[in-house]
């Protein structure tokens, strides 16, 4: 098959037969036809994902590489951030963001177990794992209707002499009221982790200057599992523009070590083996020197590669996203009474990941039932209230590990009432239009 080419031209030709495979064997898949099931999200992806990933796979370098070095390089570009961390899922990228200020480079601001960390109940349970998993104190807050997002009103009282920081998530696309949320931690000199994860290429104006959500905190993470904004099948990014916290993450990131050299990389500085760390002795290999206790939390160049095929499709799949929630909350301004409908904060573009609705004299139960039953999937906001699940229940009976300012009401009826549909990118105006008249059906018929 390859007699007489070099390794380059046996690789093109490779690469064109999968460009010939994905013509003939993905595009059909990929057609929407009336009837068809309805998924919340999936992946929209083309020949060139594949192709990256069999030239990725053909070198067989396997971790992180060329691509992981581009794809760092072009996400942190399109953030306009300065430093991006690969790394293999967004709960990883939450437990990296969090396990870095825990370092001792950040000396009086580093966290310790026992401090307190603010954030909601409403949301993914890994923006609470990693502060419950070290030992320090989450403290949660209500979140408002219709936004689904902290009730900013309430920090100042959740604030105590033990609170070092404030991780939050943008809920599904939609910020945060991040200028009151920055100007609370500047006050009162606490870390802010946004939890971008939902919410990849959402925009905040402040001042005027247009800044990405994920960028304004201290630390941002991003996840690229399937449903996501865009998607390397697993996988997740941590980015900051303080290169102190870029040092922790990175160390922290690739087992804790104290070495910047990259995979298959020896002695970049110099200093492999004139240096003194600790109590080691003189001239111990700089490699397999560890200044934290990390974690290998690498993403595979595989994964990379597919990712810098999906970076290139992002601004259009944010605007795709804007398109279908702006149709999906037009068709359904006549069930309003029944169906509080989502809402974004001035000066904000969502990248909405979703369109949430909240039963208002409706009956969930049923009208998700209905739903589902004309093969069209939904969702609950996550947890609902994390507090509920089975993983607090030794520390909800020992009362212990956590603490809640105020009644947490808005949460609690997020759990029983709130659910919501795709506006993914695959989706065309016909299947927007067939889930809106579904949904305003089931209202109706759910009386």
Known sequence: MFEGLSEQEARAQILDEVEQYYQKYHLDKKKYHCGDPIHYASRVYDSEEMKNLIDSGLEFWLTAGRYTKQFEKEFAEYLGIKYCSLVNSGSSANLLAFMALTSPLLQERQ???????ITVAAGFPTTVAPAVQYGAIPVFVDVTIPEYNVDVRMLQEALSEKTKAVML?????????????KKFCDENN???????????GSIVYIDGEKKYTGTIGDIGTSSFYPPHHMTMGEGGAVYTDNPLLHKCIRSMRDWGRDCICGSGEDNRCGHRFDGQYGELPEGYDHKYVYSHFGYNLKATDMQAAVGVAQLKKLPEFVKCRRHNWGKMEKALQSVKDKLILPKALPDTEPSWFGFLLTCDGADRKKIVKQIEGNAIQTRMLFAGNILKHPCFEQMREEQRGYRVVGDLYNTDR??????WVGVYPGMNDEMIEHIAEVIIDAVKSCK
């Open 190 to 200: 606490l870390w802010l982790i946004e939890d971008n994860c939902d919410s990849l």
């Open 169 to 181: 998530a943008h809920t599904m696309g939609n910020p945060f009221d991040i200028r009151t949320v």
């Open 111 to 117: 966290i310790h177990p026992g401090d307190e960390v």
């Open 414 to 419: 997020i759990m029983n009432d709130t659910f």
